[in-house]
């Protein structure tokens, strides 16, 4: 199978204990170094989206036998970017694009089994899901938003999504992306394939940078018909009488899951 992995790069300060670029591109070495063996061709592509000089940040992601591609677009956007790298992808002849964010951290059986789940799919997609990532140094903000997530996840009290973070995707299908989506919200509507992989990404620091992110991605998801289920007025209603397995803090989820009421009704508001 040959495989194009692109990653537009946005610049952006990446997970990791160090708090840099480092922990990202080491998870992305050893998610390559799994593959090896599997009869996996791949390519990189580097994509930088917007800021030229942001295509810098990515030096040390040198893989042994792997090509890389550098390319820029001044004007900026996922989607765009996106079409860019399917066209890229297709124009070389590979047999599906892997897009993947630059602020997640994959765990190293991750490429493999979404290339795998990839395989099976006839409609050309596959994903994964994403769990908040905690580092020691998180905020309070962080620790106590991201704590019912985690708790969903580790008991499965709630229905997990795709995420957009890292995919892989046809390139004829991708060179369709649409403007100002959100990708995972819009694969919920399309046939795929969940790989059963989780990633990692820690929320925003600051509950005024989630609520700008929130009012993004609800606006975005909005303009293409979609709402994600803890959108919904009745999710919190339904939230706050669920079962909690007996390991699980409840005042504290309970706490965590008040703080995503208040901010999706901000978010309604209008940001006020």
């Not at 995707?169 to 989506?181: A, E, K, N, T, Y």
């Amino acid at each position: 199978m040959k495989v194009h992995l692109l990653i537009p790069w946005h610049g952006l300060q990446l997970p990791g204990p160090d708090r840099g670029s480092a922990s990202f591109l080491r998870s992305v070495t050893k998610a390559v170094a799994f593959c090896r063996g599997t009869g996996t061709n791949l390519a990189l592509h580097v994509h930088s989206n917007g800021t030229e000089s942001s295509i810098h940040g990515a030096p040390g992601l040198i893989l042994p036998g792997v090509a890389r591609f550098d390319t820029h677009d001044p004007v900026g956007g996922k989607p765009r970017a996106v079409r860019f790298g399917a066209s890229f992808a297709e124009a070389r002849g590979a047999d599906v694009l892997v897009v993947l964010d630059n602020d997640v951290w994959l765990p190293e059986h991750s490429l493999s089994s979404l290339l795998d789940a990839f395989r099976r799919s006839s409609a050309g997609l596959a994903t994964c899901t994403k769990a908040p990532l905690v580092l020691p140094d998180a905020s309070e903000f962080q620790r106590l938003y991201s704590y019912s997530v985690q708790q969903s996840f580790l008991h499965g009290l709630f229905p997990k999504r795709p995420s957009g973070s890292f995919y892989a995707i046809s390139p004829v299908l991708g060179q369709g992306m649409p403007d100002r989506c959100n990708e995972g919200d819009l694969f919920v509507s399309m046939p795929h394939v969940e790989s059963g992989v989780v990633i990692y990404s820690p929320y925003p620091r600051t509950k005024e940078e989630e609520i700008g992110r929130r009012a993004r991605l609800t606006y975005d998801s909005l303009l293409h018909g979609s709402r994600r289920f803890h959108d919904h007025p009745e999710f919190f209603a339904e939230a706050r009488d669920i079962a909690l397995p007996p390991q699980t803090d409840r005042r504290r989820f309970l706490a965590s899951h008040r703080l995503w009421a208040e901010i999706r009704r901000i978010v309604d508001e209008g940001g006020r």
